[in-house]
């Protein structure tokens, strides 16, 4: 996979000494470029009540929209996106800055913003654009076969948000009520800019369906905007913004200093809350934005078990700012859980069970469900941070079993022992361990030696001649 970078001279004096030429081939990383669609190339998206699919064009494998240029002084920057497979059968979002795009063009982060593989809404159609402050705006088309009707939607990150990612939450323009059903194409209306009066308002265009209709959709404009853009400032993020820690251990963050409307005033970090007995260490201090410093949490080896909340502030001369982080000390690895639901040798459990077991404080928890003890079956398995889990669907009439094993930072301790339970029975089912009595069977598949049927219209029996002591089965 790579990003094409054409470069185009424009010799309007002598139209002919013009060049239009292939000037970089940027790696970049792999990512599945075409969404499947089927029966034909534009059935991608699904809607709610229709079968009717809508167009995602990924099937072009390129940009879905202009790349969007922005000269920061320090650097420049194109940023551009592409409707992708984010996840099997999932649509997304492929997003790309590209740095010093004159020069030497690198691609200074990328990433798929793809909520979907979480929420099951596709995310298609985008287009991208960066504000005064170098945050970034990506808007797009979102539908689910259920009930989320074809919508316009947004998301975005601040210019020291972690790279590669969109974690600035999510916006609605406008929420569809209907679908369109007569129609597969789902236009290029889809544009994101910059007002220029303050260099950060954002103006998305895209389009929307209000009612289900033939070919109903509508144009819908919206505006928004972030915070930190505007007056110079700073902004403070960390990442990640927790973690876990077994005693003895650091605990590091990466604390991001970003850079609004141009500000360079040195930021000097500090942090409180941190477990009683430990120290707290930055790698640079103070931080000249956008740049960055590491907080390591040191000499834990007589903290406190629990989770603290550390303040980290950025003082400046004109403004302070302060983020939070997580931190969870644990002493030991926890105890396996003792499983609770459903019960040792519970019949008649529902095909999707929602399984229970106690807390033992771990900070995750993985359950497996298998068709023998040896776990060598295992048809279900997740892991999961709290004390229960609703199951996939299993076979009715069958027997199961199921472990819980429990982890934290200090360590993973497996379950010691099981729980069995058969599923409830389904119409027709003969119980576990029972074989049915098969009084005749037939699929026709070699032919219908035997079997006759009567002539004339309107007759509608079959019989066949050898049944038992010569009697006919019809």
């Not at 792999?30 to 089927?38: A, N, R, V």
């Not at 539908?143 to 609605?172: F, I, K, N």
């Not at 970003?258 to 260490?281: C, E, F, I, R």
């Not at 690895?333 to 771990?362: F, H």
Request: one cysteine or more; a negative charge; charged letters at 10%.
């Amino acid at each position: 996979d790579a990003l094409n970078l054409w470069k185009f001279d424009a010799d309007f004096g002598n139209p002919p000494a013009s060049s239009f030429v292939l000037s970089n081939v940027l790696p970049i990383a792999p990512y599945d470029t075409q969404f499947p669609c089927s029966p034909g190339s534009r059935s991608c998206i699904p809607q709610p009540d229709t079968s009717n699919k809508l167009d995602a064009l990924s099937y072009r494998q390129r940009p879905m929209f202009r790349l969007a240029y922005r000269n920061y002084g320090s650097h420049e920057s194109l940023v551009t996106n592409q409707t992708v497979e984010a996840a099997t059968g999932m649509a997304g979002v492929r997003w790309w800055e590209v740095r010093s795009p004159d020069s030497s063009p690198v691609v200074y982060q990328e990433g798929t913003y793809a909520s979907g593989v979480a929420d099951g809404i596709h995310r298609w159609m985008g287009s991208i654009a960066m504000d005064g402050a170098g945050n970034m705006a990506l808007g797009y088309s979102a539908s689910d076969a259920t009930s989320t009707y074809p919508s316009v939607w947004y998301t975005g990150r601040l210019s020291g948000d972690p790279l590669g990612t969109m974690p600035q939450g999510e916006g609605s323009i406008i929420d569809g009520t209907g679908s369109q059903t007569g129609s597969q194409r789902w236009g290029d209306y889809t544009a994101m800019t910059v007002d220029p009066v303050d260099d950060c308002t954002f103006w998305y265009v895209n389009e929307w369906v209000p009612t289900t209709s033939s070919v109903g959709w509508q144009l819908r404009i919206g505006a928004f905007k972030f915070d930190e853009c505007g007056s110079p400032d700073f902004t403070l993020s960390s990442s990640p913004a927790s973690q876990d820690i077994c005693v003895g251990t650091d605990a590091d963050y990466t604390i991001n200093v970003g850079q609004v409307s141009g500000y360079t005033d040195p930021v000097t970090l500090s942090a409180s809350g941190n477990p009683a007995g430990t120290t707290t260490a930055f790698s640079t201090n103070p931080v000249v934005p956008p740049g960055s410093s590491t907080l390591t949490i040191g000499s834990t080896g007589g903290a406190a078990p629990g989770s603290y909340d550390i303040d980290v502030v950025g003082m400046a001369p004109t403004s302070t700012h302060t983020t939070t982080v997580g931190l969870n000390v644990f002493a030991a690895a926890p105890a396996a859980p003792a499983l609770t639901s459903p019960a040792n040798n519970a019949v008649n459990v529902p095909v999707a069970p929602t399984y229970t077991w106690s807390d033992t404080g771990a900070s995750s928890y993985t359950i497996e469900v298998a068709t023998d003890t040896a776990f060598t079956n295992i048809v279900d398995s997740a892991t999961v941070s709290g004390t229960s889990y609703d199951g996939v669907a299993l076979n009715t009439s069958t027997t199961y079993y199921w472990r819980v094993g429990a982890g934290n930072a200090c360590g993973y301790t497996p379950s010691s022992t099981y729980f069995t339970f058969t599923t409830e029975a389904a119409p027709g089912d003969c119980g576990p361990g029972s074989t049915p009595n098969i009084l005749f069977s037939d699929d026709f598949e070699s032919g219908a030696p035997g079997w006759t049927t009567p002539g004339g219209i309107g007759a509608n029996t079959w019989a066949l001649g050898a049944g038992v002591s010569g009697t006919p089965h019809s």
